[in-house]
């Protein structure tokens, strides 16, 4: 049995250790408090070093403003911030930092050396706090801006040590983390340092694609699609990647709002809605996001981690990412381009060119572009930083970012030209060729020659008929005779009372025949020739058994498992009008690349790929 104790108020040092604990959980956590202070800071060029997985030791070394003498004392207390001022500032909050929890919480689970310095002071300051306890407080000369050293993280508190991971995972955390910072901030350098090797180098140009490249390579760097749009006040720009981009898991989906990395559902359902029907059922899409809105929309003290986030209106913001990326994949020539075996060279990864520290001299631009061709030099780390000033002058890294962004220079080739296959003025000068395995039909079209998957297009087609009739509540019904008896069970019974509407409108003549049978007396004229008993009992069963009752996503699945059953198979023999019908047919579909499941319907084979495997051309 458990007695309560008496109470009594805990002391300073237990209070900003368990508040750590919502703040610290990991060195990722702690680069990305340091990292985001340094962008409230106005800094253009930002150096992040770890060694150990971050636990040993962490740096982030920013060109910012840098911090006065009189502030840094109480930068380190609880809920001492610069961001905000009362509770009204909460709903205009523009800062990236702004709940005064960060300094508190990382000085009071490690050993923490502050070395700062503004642009109008004469020297810097050095301060060292161990444990939330002060150590040590003097004037040094130091560069221009901020540099935090972080220790021992945990050294004081080893129950919460034991839980990190490996340092090499670890220092995975930290890695995903500086790209995201990378990718949600393009117009700023980032230079990453983990174990003295250099990870990755961001220029700092604002070229969202450039930073997409050095990241994750060439690939998907050109299998990108450009989003460009805006409504209802909320701005969207950046790339989503072709359907052929995809993975096993939501980690290629980046987005940022108002410059904040961040997790919604809201977003996450209305990229993955987007791409229903382009990727394969559990394949999640790439998405490099930018989304701008007034932050009287959106609350994100929601976490300590700031994370999270409310919008006011969520089925607004839903409804503007969904239909600005429904679109660009719509307006899109979605072919898969195939390659007559597997001869294609592995990637290189890019160079990591050798950037400087914010506070290391920089002449000009053109110099740093240069250091793409040459091999990178000796690492600097924190114990060769020489406490000397640069010659930054005062706006000098505002300046050469603008400089920055007139270099004109390109990291990958451009995508090629889309083919034109299914565009209407197009089919006249198809050539169907003929059907190769009882299941793939081949067309020639002027230098590419397409493999159509028979069973993958019918499928399509069925599934864009049937969806677009249950939409317009006008459904092609095809008359049984005889009609078909199906027993239903009293909990089946109970859900087709409550949908018999929908079902309906899905185009199923269904009556009670008496007691628990019922007769479906008509179908989908798409679907008929396939079993209608075993149909209507599978609609009835999913909806039994998932909770949300009759929700778009379910009839979706449904639609799409009933189009897959009906069509053609492969291995089925089909004669060349109906092969060229049914390609007609596709031409008309509003997604014809695609089946319901995210396969492909169509590939390509360019003229000059055959040519080069039969050794025509080098």
């Not at 961001?83 to 490690?110: C, H, M, W």
């Not at 023999?573 to 014809?592: M, N, Q, R």
């Amino acid at each position: 049995m458990i007695f309560m104790g008496k109470i009594q108020i805990l002391d300073g040092e237990t209070v900003n250790q368990i508040a750590a604990g919502e703040v610290v959980e990991r060195p990722s956590s702690v680069i990305k408090e340091l990292v985001e202070n340094a962008i409230d800071a106005g800094a253009t060029a930002i150096t992040v070093e770890i060694a150990d997985g971050g636990v040993s030791l962490m740096r982030v070394t920013d060109n910012g403003s840098g911090m006065e003498k009189e502030d840094i004392r109480p930068a380190f207390l609880r809920h001492a911030t610069s961001k905000i001022r009362s509770i009204d500032d909460l709903a205009t909050i523009a800062s990236l930092g702004f709940r005064g929890e960060a300094l508190s919480s990382i000085s009071a689970v490690a050993q923490v050396e502050l070395l700062t310095k503004t642009p109008r002071g004469m020297t810097g300051c050095r301060y060292c706090i161990d444990g939330g306890e002060e150590k040590s407080f003097e004037d040094i000369g130091c560069p221009e801006g901020t540099t935090f050293i972080v220790r021992h993280l945990f050294y004081n508190t080893p129950a919460r040590k034991k839980f990190l991971r490996s340092a090499v995972t670890e220092a995975g955390y930290v890695s995903a983390l500086i790209e995201r910072l990378a990718l949600s901030h393009p117009d700023i350098s980032f230079k990453y340092i983990q174990q003295r090797q250099n990870r990755l180098n961001t220029s700092g140009s604002g070229r969202l694609k450039d930073i997409i490249y050095h990241i994750y390579g060439r690939d998907i760097a050109g299998q990108l699609l450009r989003v460009e749009t805006e409504k209802d006040g909320i701005a969207i720009d950046g790339y989503i990647g072709k359907p052929i981009v995809c993975r096993g898991n939501r980690s290629f989906e980046n987005y940022f709002i108002n410059g904040r990395y961040i997790k919604s559902p809201v977003i996450t359902k209305a990229i993955e809605d987007a791409y229903k029907t382009y990727v394969m059922v559990h394949k999640f899409p790439f998405t490099a996001l930018h989304l701008t809105m007034d932050t009287r929309r959106m609350d994100v003290n929601v976490h300590p981690t700031k994370m999270e986030v409310r919008f006011n209106n969520g089925e607004q913001v839903y409804q503007t990412v969904f239909e600005a990326l429904r679109q660009v994949l719509s307006e899109r020539e979605l072919i898969v381009a195939a390659s007559p075996g597997d001869d294609k060279k592995p990637e290189k990864k890019p160079v990591i060119p050798d950037m400087p520290e914010p506070f290391e001299k920089k002449n000009r631009w053109e110099q740093l572009v240069k250091t793409f061709a040459q091999p990178p030099r000796a690492e600097r780390t924190i114990k060769d930083v020489p406490p000397v000033p640069h010659d930054f002058g005062p706006g000098q890294g505002r300046q050469e970012k603008q400089e920055k962004q007139d270099i004109q220079y390109s990291l990958f080739p451009e995508v090629p030209q889309e083919t034109g296959l299914l565009k209407e003025e197009a089919r006249k000068e198809h050539h169907l060729i003929g059907q190769v395995f009882k299941t793939y039909w081949m067309v020639e079209y002027k230098d590419n020659l397409f493999i159509i998957d028979q069973h993958a297009a019918h499928e399509k087609v069925l599934y864009e008929k049937l969806m677009k009739r249950f939409r317009e509540h006008r459904p092609d019904i095809q008359q049984l005779m005889p009609p078909i008896i199906v027993t239903l069970t009293a909990a089946q019974e109970t859900v087709f009372g409550q949908y018999a509407e929908n079902f309906s409108h899905m185009g199923f003549e269904i009556e009670a025949f008496g007691g628990r049978e019922y007769a479906v007396r008509g179908v989908p004229v798409e679907l008929y020739g396939y079993d209608a008993k075993d149909m209507v009992i599978q609609i009835l069963d999913s909806l039994e058994s998932d909770a949300r009752g009759l929700n778009p996503d379910l009839i979706s699945d449904k639609i799409a498992s009933m189009a897959c059953k009906a069509a053609v198979k492969g291995n089925q023999a089909l004669s060349f009008p109906e092969a060229d019908a049914l390609i007609g047919e596709l031409l008309e579909a509003d997604d014809p690349y695609t089946c319901p499941h995210g396969r492909p319907t169509i590939i390509a084979m360019s003229k000059y790929e055959l040519e080069k495997k039969f050794r025509r051309i080098q």
